[in-house]
């Protein structure tokens, strides 16, 4: 008994230094860390770097540390690193100030300029933080066009993000209508939390009872009262106190989730008492549709039915779905007199990656009265946000007539609903803003389009209005609310293509533009490629191609048809491959395009290769065996990655290593400087070797995105016309297609019972006129 007693005693002895180490609440630290990543110019949006961080429930401080790192030692000068903080989605962010597609509505995220010369690093704190995820993105500023090839030494920062924060472990819970006494101090608030149920209208937080214990004080506490947490766009709402207490009231509060309360005090060093209290009102609630799921079902089931019949006859569903449902008119009559808001059941479809549609499970047409709003729910998970929220609202006139002055009011919003709709009401809740949008006779579609929605439940309200206080005969119109989800923008339109991206498990997708064409949904045209323009960049890339025929025809006449074979396949294939990768509509591609890259780049190093090779005048059996090696591990490099660096430079080094070498051999050997002629040096090794190298100084340094079309041309013709100045000439003992002389099967002649003998001797890069 004794020792229970001791035990109970010391718990309560912990307890109550734990709480006087703080005040009223514990709380544990937490960490967390996402590894560098490689920082990269802003094109478009995948070259932001996204990183997603969650912050738990009754966090009370939040502070990230963002660290960037010069990758290298190079001189790169100072670039100024932004950075992007959103909660509860992606941050949508236009740093080159480009037009959004039309009915595109956003919001710009919080922004940070951290400037960088070798390594720098700022702090972002943040109190009373909403509970969620929270994305953090990186880049540097605007791309400059510059095409910078892979594998080549280049400026490089690293990026790394880290948070901690500090969390309330045993935060007081207020319950509805009962007092808690609490304390305040300057540097310790009282932090409570209270919970809002589904369907409450109002809320009211008020403070009572105060008192600083001091007789000169007790009229004038000064605390400061907030509801709600901060999540960047929307802050607390918050109430300064005056007198002995205050009181707080929100409409339209957040449903079915925690409200954070914070009572600081603003007395110097005093703690000030107090009692607060917690009261909500639940104004409207939809009739209940008990516990029968049967009707549910065969809701279900004729939504089957209905989507089968839609892929056998279109025209028979889009007839039927106009029409206005009339089981659906026949529940609504008894109803509206005594409900004060009708709930819609909506049925959710997950279709493919960010690909999910909303339909009202009674059919696509939706009732909408003037005496009470019309409520749709769409819950929305975290998957959903690396999409875009697209609402069309359609105003059916077919088969009910609409007055002139009516107008169907919608309001979008997120974390509860706005239930009182009118001309004055503002789409907005107390702690968060909705998007509105109005249909009418002349105006009878509208449409909203949001990137990058927040995760959490949305509510779209409807609600008929007049210009006059009744609307008559017209009091019950039919609209179509359409709401789903995308990957991107209208698929990015003409001018872009929607790509999928992914940052560790979380799935997000952006528009990449082509010729010229810019913005989020790549509408921007104000910097947009002409017609003209697209088909000259198409006929110079493919056409400069045809520079590979003289060097295959000088190939064929100095019998080195290996060598014109390899040509032949370069040319071919990176014409077609030019003529496919275009971004424009001058495009023709006559296979699949990776295949047809794989091919360019593949035909393009094994020219070189064999060139060089050639050069190096080795035996047939030995040029033959390191034509085909080369080529195996050319192809395997060219699988394992295309467009590295060394992919081009290894086979080069290796060919030009091994045609010094025999160069070397013969010249000591013959004591003599190998080529042994002054012309083959100056007239075509030398001119040879300054196309190769200016060739490769505008492949590397000089291409950006504006003169690529011509630069790469330029480069197409300086890589064939050093391959005819490079060549060796016919060698004298091989016949028109490469046949040696010395066959058994060929004619000698015989002068006086002697064979004329052939000298075999190798006259190397000698040059007859």
């Not at 502070?63 to 010069?70: A, D, E």
């Not at 929100?250 to 009261?279: H, K, M, Q, Y």
């Amino acid at each position: 008994m004794e020792m229970c007693f001791l035990r109970a005693l010391l718990f309560v002895a912990l307890s109550a230094w734990i709480l006087a180490d703080d005040g009223q609440v514990t709380f544990v630290s937490e960490l967390s860390s996402k590894p560098a990543q490689k920082l990269s110019k802003y094109g478009w949006y995948g070259n932001v770097r996204l990183q997603r961080f969650h912050i738990p429930e009754e966090t009370a401080i939040a502070r990230w540390l963002f660290s960037v790192t010069k990758g290298n030692n190079f001189n790169c000068g100072k670039h100024n690193v932004t950075i992007h903080i959103q909660y509860g989605a992606p941050p949508v962010i236009n740093p080159t100030g480009k037009v959004f597609p039309n009915a595109t509505l956003w919001s710009p995220p919080l922004s940070l300029i951290l400037p960088v010369t070798s390594q720098s690093s700022t702090t972002f704190n943040l109190s009373n933080p909403a509970p969620g995820d929270w994305f953090v993105g990186a880049h540097l500023p605007e791309h400059d066009g510059r095409i910078e090839q892979k594998g080549f030494p280049s400026c490089s920062y690293l990026f790394q993000p880290q948070l901690s924060i500090r969390r309330a472990v045993d935060t007081p819970i207020m319950q509805q209508g009962t007092f808690l006494q609490q304390t305040a101090a300057p540097d310790t608030p009282a932090r409570l939390k209270l919970y809002v149920p589904e369907f409450a209208s109002s809320l009211s937080v008020s403070v009572s009872d105060c008192s600083s214990g001091e007789a000169a004080d007790d009229g004038n506490c000064s605390l400061v009262l907030r509801l709600g947490c901060t999540s960047l766009q929307q802050r607390p709402v918050t109430v300064n106190c005056s007198g002995i207490g205050c009181s707080a009231t929100l409409s339209n509060p957040p449903w079915d989730t925690w409200l954070r309360v914070v009572v600081e005090s603003g007395l110097g060093n005093r703690t000030v008492t107090f009692s607060i209290v917690s009261n909500y009102t639940v104004g409207c609630k939809p009739k209940s549709v008990g516990l029968k799921v049967d009707d549910d079902i065969n809701k279900l089931r004729s939504k089957s039915n209905l989507t089968n019949s839609t892929s056998a006859d279109n025209d028979t569903v889009v007839t039927d779905a106009v029409a206005p449902s009339n089981d659906s008119a026949s529940l609504l009559t008894p109803l509206l007199a005594s409900a004060c808001v009708w709930s819609i059941p909506i049925l959710y479809e997950e279709l493919d990656v960010l690909s999910m549609r909303f339909t009202p499970a009674n059919g696509p047409n939706v009732s909408v009265t003037d005496t009470h709003p019309t409520l749709l729910t769409y819950p929305l998970h975290t998957q959903a946000t690396g999409g875009t929220l697209n609402l069309q609202l359609t105003l059916n006139t077919t088969n009910i007539t609409v007055a002139n002055s009516s107008s169907v009011v919608a309001c979008l919003s997120p974390w509860a609903p706005v239930l009182d709709l009118n001309h004055s009401q503002p789409c907005r809740t107390a702690l968060f803003g909705g998007y509105g949008v109005r249909v009418n006779v002349s105006d009878p579609k509208a449409v909203v389009r949001l990137p990058f929605p927040q995760s959490t439940t949305w509510y779209l309200t409807l609600q008929l209005t007049c210009n006059s206080s009744d609307c008559g005969n017209a009091s019950l119109v039919s609209v179509v609310p359409e709401l789903f989800i995308s990957a991107c923008v209208e698929d990015c339109g003409t001018y872009g293509e929607c790509r999928l991206l992914r940052s560790y498990s979380y799935l997000y997708a952006a528009c990449v533009c082509k010729t010229g064409w810019s913005g989020w949904g790549c509408t921007d045209g104000s910097s947009a490629q002409s017609y003209g323009r697209q088909l000259t960049a198409t006929l110079l890339l493919t056409l400069s191609n045809l520079a590979f025929l003289p060097a295959t025809v000088v190939a064929v006449k100095r019998c080195f048809i290996t060598e014109a074979s390899v040509y032949l396949f370069t040319m071919f294939f990176s014409t077609f491959y030019h003529a496919c990768d275009q971004p424009g509509v001058a495009v023709m591609c006559i296979m699949d395009y990776d295949a047809l890259q794989y091919c360019d780049f593949l035909g393009s190093i094994c020219s070189i290769w064999v060139t060089i090779l050639c050069m190096a005048r080795i035996k047939d059996i030995f040029k033959y065996t390191l034509f085909m090696l080369g080529a195996l591990l050319i192809a395997m490099s060219m699988q394992l990655d295309r467009k590295g660096l060394w992919n081009l430079l290894g086979p080069v080094i290796c060919a030009i290593l091994l045609m010094v070498t025999t160069w070397v051999y013969r010249g000591v050997r013959r004591r003599h400087c190998y080529p042994p002629s002054w012309r083959r040096w100056v007239l075509f090794l030398i001119p040879g070797a300054v196309c190769a190298l200016v060739g490769v100084c505008l492949y590397i340094f000089a291409e950006t995105e504006d003169n690529y079309y011509y630069t790469h041309s330029l480069w197409h013709i300086l890589v064939a016309s050093c391959v005819v100045f490079l060549l060796p000439p016919k060698e004298k003992n091989r016949e028109a297609l490469g046949w040696n002389r010395g066959w058994t099967w060929s004619w000698r002649p015989q002068v006086c019972g002697y064979t004329l003998c052939q000298n075999d001797k190798d006259e190397l890069y000698s040059v007859t006129q």
